[in-house]
């Protein structure tokens, strides 16, 4: 389960439609500056000047079984899905992750499994990190794979191949007490067009817990959640953003979730 038009956007789900530098150059840009911040000793070695090339890249970080060698991993069990509510416990799961597991699953690209069943019915058997307040959701990781075998081998991957559909605007509010950064208000943009929910999931995941990693998201922090059909347009409000391969255009790159500075 990792060059277009002006935006388009529903004018009730996002009034006020964000102005993000999305060329193909900026795409290519922010997806190899992953790449960078992940695995910045490799960067140099590598080719990331294309899409296609990118994605060869992946593929060589990713042909193994999952978190093969020194590669962590984490591990979502998904009963109930409510997309607000899993983007704030993604949130408090990313935070209370390890210092020393911190680098380890970054260099990893922030690996995560996506499996269907009931926490509930498995906390007496599985020892998880999170566990959303609701019991909708749990996690566990990010370690290695022979950590989860067990579990990963119980459960099938968490499957909701039906169209993420656009819907009206959500603020949550990221669990936990702030620390001395003063919490801000950032807008989370997420991409619906021909995006299955389970691919949403793995692209928000990615976004969500690289900028708690990298600091743009702590407690206390408001998120306003807008769903619009594509990602696309000039400006410079960008904090973060999620690429991979254009759902349209398998040989081009598609923005699917954008994180804004504080509005």
Not at 95 to 122: H, I, M, Q
Request: hydrophobic residues 45%; contains cysteine.
């Amino acid at each position: 389960m990792t060059g277009s038009p002006d935006l388009v956007a529903a004018a009730a789900l996002a009034p006020h439609p964000p102005s993000f530098p999305l060329s193909s150059a900026a795409l290519l840009a922010s997806a190899a500056d992953r790449v960078r911040s992940a695995r910045p000793e490799l960067a140099d070695r590598l080719d990331l000047s294309s899409a296609q090339a990118l994605r060869a890249v992946r593929a060589a970080f990713h042909g193994g079984r999952p978190g093969e060698g020194d590669e962590l991993l984490a591990v979502v069990v998904v009963g109930r899905l409510d997309l607000p509510r899993w983007v704030s416990e993604t949130c408090a799961f990313a935070l209370g992750v390890e210092p020393g597991a911190r680098d380890a699953w970054r260099r990893s690209f922030t690996r995560t499994v996506y499996l269907a069943g009931s926490p509930a019915n498995l906390r007496d058997r599985f020892a998880f990190d999170h566990v959303a307040d609701d019991g909708s959701a749990a996690w566990a990781g990010p370690a290695p794979a022979a950590a989860t075998a067990t579990l990963r081998r119980l459960l099938k991957s968490f499957e909701a191949p039906h169209e993420l559909a656009g819907r009206p605007p959500a603020t949550v509010t990221v669990p936990g007490r702030p620390g001395p950064r003063t919490p801000v208000h950032r807008e989370l943009f997420i991409a619906t067009a021909r995006v299955t929910v389970t691919d949403a999931l793995v692209h928000l995941n990615h976004l969500l817990a690289e900028a708690v990693l990298d600091g743009l998201i702590g407690p206390g922090d408001r998120l306003t959640l807008r769903f619009v059909p594509r990602l696309t347009g000039p400006g410079a409000r960008l904090a973060l953003l999620r690429v991979d391969t254009d759902v349209h255009r398998p040989d081009e790159l598609q923005a699917y979730a954008a994180l804004t500075t504080e509005v």
